[in-house]
Every structure is written in structure tokens, then in C-alpha cells.
């Protein structure tokens, strides 16, 4: 029984915390309302009028209170459908998370198991570089977690007028490292950019820079935007 998750995997989820946020809300929006169906054999998604390539992450039983990643899955090992969550596993192996790589978590020992199923739907969507995830029901007691794999599916942009929001919010989803928040948000969009003791620096697209200081604490302290006429 799981009953916390290892920094490894808590310092790879804060990485994805922040862009993955607003891929999420990004996410929703597109997504018409309606009842869902899938065609796992053809990785089809469909809601409302909408068809979607996808690829079954993992799936969260409420009874028995786990997670099982789809490559775990006796029904679907092997199959096209699973192939982003295999990649989850071999990210989760070359970087030894473990949480990657069981294929059955057991979450009653954690004080939201539900939380905790959606941080691994998360993380998995994160390792992947997936514009989201979907959970949705699959029956009386179980969850079922879908990730996108469609260009149809709009990304996330960086928006620089958004970027204090973005970065503070996102600082508190999972709480361990502010500047992995930070570090990992300009590494999804390609910023160079530069660290020391009390900042990180990052050169956004439009010739001006992002300065994101942190307090002796290692709390985001401020959030500028300099060069900007």
C-alpha cells in the first residue's frame, strides 16, 4: 500500500504543473458537452460531435481504492491503445520514478486516493507531452483516464500577460519545488533561459524576458516582466 509518493515523482509532476494546468483548461474548453463512447481497437474517442485519436492512460478503480496503467492492463498489453502509457513506463524507468513503473498502485493509504489518481493521470500526461487528459466514468466504480494523441486538440500558448498567475497557481498544486514549477514551464515552451541563487531568468518569444524571483524560503517572490515598452 501507497500511502505518499516518492520526491522523484513528486519533483517530475511539479515540472508539468504549470504548463499542464493550462493545457487542461484548454482542454475543457474544446471539449463539446455529451455522452462519450471509445472504440479501443481503433484508439477512437467520440463526445458530442467530436472524434478524437486517443490512448487509455490508466484506469482508477474506487472500490478497491488503485490505479492501473494501461500498459498494465491484461486486456490491452500490447495494443496500439496503450503505446503512450508504455512510453510513461520507460520515461518512469530511465528516470527511476517507481510510480511509473508498478503496474498496480494501491492509494488507500493516502488521505484522498482520488487526488491521488488524478496526480498520477497527471504526471503520466505530463511524461508523455500529451495536450491533456480525460477522465471520465466506465462504470459504477471505475475511472477511466484518456489522453489525446490528435492534432486536432489545441495547445496551451505562453501568454507573458498571464505568466504571474500562471506560475504562483500552479506553485501550490502540488507544493514540493516552486522553481521546477518555473524551470519546467520554460523548458515546455522552448525559453532559453538562465538560473542563479534567487532567479530564473527566461527569454520569451517577443524579445523581452521573464524574471521570476524566489524568497529565502524558495517561494516565488515575484513575477516580472521587463523590456516591455
Same mark, same amino acid.
Given at each position: ?6 520526491? +522523484? ?5 511539479? #515540472?508539468? @504543473?504549470?504548463?499542464? *494546468? ?5 482542454? =475543457? &474548453? ?34 478497491e481504492r488503485s490505479w492501473m496503467w494501461g500498459w498494465a492492463n491484461p486486456g490491452l498489453r500490447g495494443t496500439e491503445v496503450v503505446a503512450l ?22 492509494? +488507500? ?5 482520488? #487526488?491521488? @489518481?488524478?496526480?498520477? *493521470? ?5 511524461? =508523455? &507531452? ?34 504571474p498567475r500562471t506560475l504562483i497557481t500552479a506553485a501550490g498544486l502540488i507544493g ?44 516565488? *517572490? ?8
Amino acid at each position: 500500500m501507497v500511502t505518499h509518493f516518492s520526491e +522523484s515523482f513528486l519533483l517530475e509532476a511539479e #515540472r508539468h @504543473a504549470a504548463w499542464g *494546468a493550462a493545457q487542461l483548461e484548454t482542454l =475543457t &474548453g474544446f471539449l463539446p458537452e455529451g455522452p462519450w463512447t471509445a472504440d479501443l481497437p481503433s484508439c477512437v474517442y467520440r463526445q458530442g460531435d467530436l472524434e478524437l485519436r486517443v490512448a487509455v492512460l490508466g484506469t482508477y478503480d474506487m472500490d478497491e481504492r488503485s490505479w492501473m496503467w494501461g500498459w498494465a492492463n491484461p486486456g490491452l498489453r500490447g495494443t496500439e491503445v496503450v503505446a503512450l502509457a508504455e512510453r510513461a513506463e520507460r520515461y518512469g524507468r530511465a528516470h527511476g520514478i517507481v510510480e511509473l513503473t508498478e503496474e498496480v498502485l494501491d492509494l +488507500s493509504g493516502f488521505d484522498d486516493p482520488r #487526488r491521488a @489518481a488524478e496526480t498520477l *493521470a497527471f504526471t503520466g500526461m505530463g511524461v =508523455t &507531452g500529451a495536450p491533456g487528459y480525460i477522465g471520465v466514468p466506465a462504470g459504477p466504480a471505475t475511472q477511466v483516464y484518456f489522453l489525446p494523441d490528435d492534432p486536432q486538440v489545441p495547445r496551451a500558448a505562453l501568454d507573458p500577460v498571464a505568466l504571474p498567475r500562471t506560475l504562483i497557481t500552479a506553485a501550490g498544486l502540488i507544493g514540493r519545488s516552486p522553481r521546477r514549477v518555473v524551470t519546467g514551464y520554460f523548458d515546455h515552451h522552448g525559453l532559453p533561459q538562465r538560473e542563479d541563487e534567487h532567479r530564473v531568468t527566461a527569454a520569451l518569444p517577443d524579445g523581452n524576458a521573464a524574471e521570476v524571483d524566489f524568497d529565502s524560503l524558495g517561494r516565488i *517572490a515575484s513575477v516580472r516582466l521587463t523590456g516591455l515598452s
